[in-house]
């Protein structure tokens, strides 16, 4: 997962008509110095109050300050309606590149598919808004003109939202635009190549729902870090 999220959410989706309750733990104690969310070798994830750093930490900070604008690029590049990570700016942390956004609300679906399994059994319309949110945010991804290439549990983040769910698609790392005003513009600027663009992130999606509907079953269909990104 590439993004933190906000781990402020205590509504009751039961309350919302959504039988599910999404509280999750308390966020980082208030403070005026970002605290430390996560850290691997590559990457590390800060957060102080609503806004967000994550610091990329290879040996080649120019590569990393490329990766973290080609992120901002897409998050301006998609219209505000979309349900993406908002990048405020690109920017350095502690003498590192970092990416600045705000921190995103509600949990990762990573999370709340294992609290549908140890929680007790939820309405199957429960299922069927989260993935119709899903499926809204990806729609919205594809209709700007992006195809986002890293659908996995880690990067979508549910929350609720007037009894309904609303998703969130976090970590821009592997989007791509491959259509600006009607114009592919992929990297060798065939607009053939746009379909298949747009077919992996629907496979990417069908083992998504495969996982929500059926649990961990398909976990092992993921690849990846398996952590924030």
């Known amino acids: ?6 781990n402020n959410i205590s509504d009751s989706l039961g309350s919302l008509g959504l039988g599910l309750v999404v509280s999750s733990p308390s966020p980082p104690p208030a403070s005026s110095s970002p605290q430390l969310i996560h850290q691997s070798e590559t990457k590390a994830i800060y957060r102080l109050y609503d806004t967000g750093y994550k610091v990329l930490l290879s040996p080649d900070p120019s590569a990393d300050f490329a990766k973290l604008v080609h992120e901002q690029n897409i998050s301006n590049f998609l219209p505000l309606s979309c349900r993406k990570r908002k990048v405020i700016d690109v920017t350095t942390f502690n003498e590192r590149p970092a990416l600045r956004f705000q921190w995103a609300s509600g949990i990762t679906l990573k999370e709340w598919i294992k609290k549908v399994e140890n929680g007790p059994p939820v309405d199957q319309i429960v299922q069927i808004r989260a993935a119709m ?6 729609s919205d991804f594809h209709d700007g003109g992006v195809v986002y290439n890293k659908l996995t549990p880690d990067n979508i983040v549910l929350a609720p939202v007037e009894g309904e769910y609303v998703a969130t698609l976090i970590d821009l790392s592997c989007a791509l635009i491959y259509r600006d005003g009607g114009n592919n513009i992929c990297a060798d600027d065939d607009p053939a190549h746009e379909r298949p663009m747009k077919d992996a992130d629907l496979k990417s999606l069908g083992v998504i729902l495969n996982q929500l509907f059926r649990g961990g079953e398909s976990t092992a269909l993921f690849a990846g870090e398996g952590s924030m990104n």
């Open 1 to 6: 997962m590439d993004d933190p999220t906000d």
């Open 133 to 138: 949110a899903i499926a809204k945010t990806l």
